[in-house]
């Protein structure tokens, strides 16, 4: 009952580390902290069966002892942050799903691939299903990261069929919730950021392109029911609720006085117009669907940044 989870001090990572101790793992956590901080674990300091070490993936993995899981979820997973290290997100979707998977391989684990939505691109499909095989451009900007998650899924099925390895795959849409950091680059702490320091939220285009948005708790759940699932193919988690950035700024915007102005900039290249998760094949075999609404989600979400934002000051 030992887990290796890589990206372990990140937004999802550190959640994930959480739900595993509270089923009775023991985890080791690492991270080399380009995106990830050591507060988002610092309340698991005293925890006996949890231990956070400083680590790249892109290089060889080395973990003494007998391991059970490996959860690799380290990456870079929003715009700004792999177009500001475009060559570490690369690395670290085919360099660091390599050495995790070797890493499995070596200790007679199990391997647990966290992939995004973001391999169906831009998509022409809607809602977006896992045999959808996507719309992605290869060498646009956002293909540091769609390509190298694409790769991933890739090289995990090819240790699965070649291997043996136990593997599990969960294609992640739009997520939030708290460990999120303030101005991230992601739709809702930038709203946040933006009305906490008294400016207008910035929407990139006309506002009319949609995302469906998932409360961490919900995500997290659907991924630990996957980990134990017979499914080696990918399965979407997500929420699938879909509105326009424009309708989610104005839920945001309406818990702030004054209420925020709105602001147009342009769009950037290859951003989807459309995104929402065919959730069926999860509710059919991890019986999950997202249970947290978005007021609620969203409560506890702003008391997190307003309390981050405090820190900033």
Not at 244 to 262: C, D, K, M, Q, S
């Amino acid at each position: 009952m030992r887990a290796v989870v890589t990206g372990g001090a990140g937004f999802l990572g550190s959640h994930l580390c959480d739900r595993l101790l509270e089923e009775g793992w023991e985890v080791l956590a690492l991270d080399n902290l380009i995106t990830g901080a050591e507060k988002n674990v610092a309340h698991l300091g005293g925890n006996t069966k949890f231990k956070f070490e400083k680590a790249d993936v892109s290089d060889p993995l080395r973990v003494a002892g007998d391991v059970a899981y490996v959860l690799h979820f380290a990456s870079p997973a929003s715009p700004p942050d792999y177009l500001k290290h475009p060559i570490a997100t690369m690395k670290v979707g085919s360099l660091g799903t390599l050495h995790a998977l070797d890493l499995a391989l070596t200790k007679g684990a199990k391997f647990f691939l966290a992939s995004t939505s973001e391999c169906y691109g831009d998509p022409e499909v809607s809602p977006q299903h896992e045999g959808y095989w996507g719309n992605v451009n290869p060498v646009g900007p956002r293909s540091v990261y769609d390509e190298s998650k694409r790769f991933a899924e890739a090289l995990t099925m090819a240790y699965h069929t070649h291997h043996g390895v136990d593997t599990h795959i969960v294609r992640i849409f739009n997520t939030y919730g708290p460990r999120m950091r303030l101005n991230d680059g992601r739709a809702l702490p930038n709203f946040v950021f933006q009305a906490l320091s008294g400016k207008p939220l910035t929407i990139f285009g006309d506002g009319k392109q949609t995302r469906s948005f998932c409360y961490v708790d919900d995500l997290i759940d659907g991924i630990y029911r996957l980990m134990h699932a017979d499914e080696h193919f990918p399965v979407n988690i997500g929420n699938p609720l879909e509105m326009t950035i424009l309708e989610f700024a104005e839920r945001v915007r309406a818990h702030y006085t004054p209420t925020p102005e709105i602001v147009f900039a342009a769009l950037p290249q290859d951003d989807p117009k459309r995104r929402r998760p065919d959730i069926s094949k999860a509710k059919r075999i991890l019986n999950w669907e997202p249970k947290v609404e978005l007021e609620e989600g969203l409560k506890k979400t702003l008391a997190y940044f307003a309390q981050e934002y405090q820190h900033t000051k």
